[in-house]
């Protein structure tokens, strides 16, 4: 995600730096709570060193302009619905309401579907993800349909041109 800056956040390509704030994010309680729960520490080591080696989808993190402080994590990757490209999102709990995650979101969206060549990029949440319902809606997408999904209602939503 080349050249996806706001006016606080810049997105990098994960590094060994990042490995620290990945480890939190996929062990935080607060984080994983509506993605299946945290992993265990071995489960989050394998999947940080699969997302610093690029081998399963297009991740990014988040970084502070300011000081560099990784902050979250986007991914982008195709649906498992094979609707099309989904963008997935997780920030740590210390940086959430402060407009941080849509002012990242509200950037890379739009950037997907040029970067993409598409007409739609979807994201998914469960349902009872409130805050994560509230900052799609806010960002312009639209709740396409709803499905059973792991023990879950899961909304799809999609955001395009």
């Known amino acids: 995600m080349p050249g996806v800056e706001t006016e606080r956040c810049a997105l990098q390509p994960p590094q060994l730096r990042h490995e620290h704030a990945l ?6 309680d607060q984080v994983r709570a ?19 080696a690029n081998q399963r989808e297009n991740y ?20 498992q619905d094979g ?9 740590l709990p210390s940086h959430w309401g402060r407009g941080l995650a849509s002012e990242v979101l509200g950037a890379t969206f739009p950037w997907a579907l040029d970067a993409l060549s598409t007409d739609v990029v979807f994201a ?7 805050r994560s319902v509230a900052l799609l809606v806010g960002l312009g997408l639209t709740l396409v349909r709803t499905i059973e999904r792991f023990g879950a209602t899961q909304g799809i939503y999609q955001f395009s041109r």
């Open 60 to 79: 990014w993190m988040v970084e502070q302009k300011a000081d560099s402080e990784p902050i979250g994590l986007i991914s982008v990757g195709f649906h």
């Open 83 to 91: 609707l099309g490209y989904e963008l997935s999102y997780q920030f």
């Open 23 to 28: 480890l939190n994010l996929y062990t935080d």
């Open 124 to 130: 998914e949440t469960q349902t009872a993800n409130t």
């Open 34 to 52: 509506f993605l299946g729960g945290p992993l265990s520490s071995d489960e989050a080591a394998l999947r940080v060193n699969k997302v610093i």
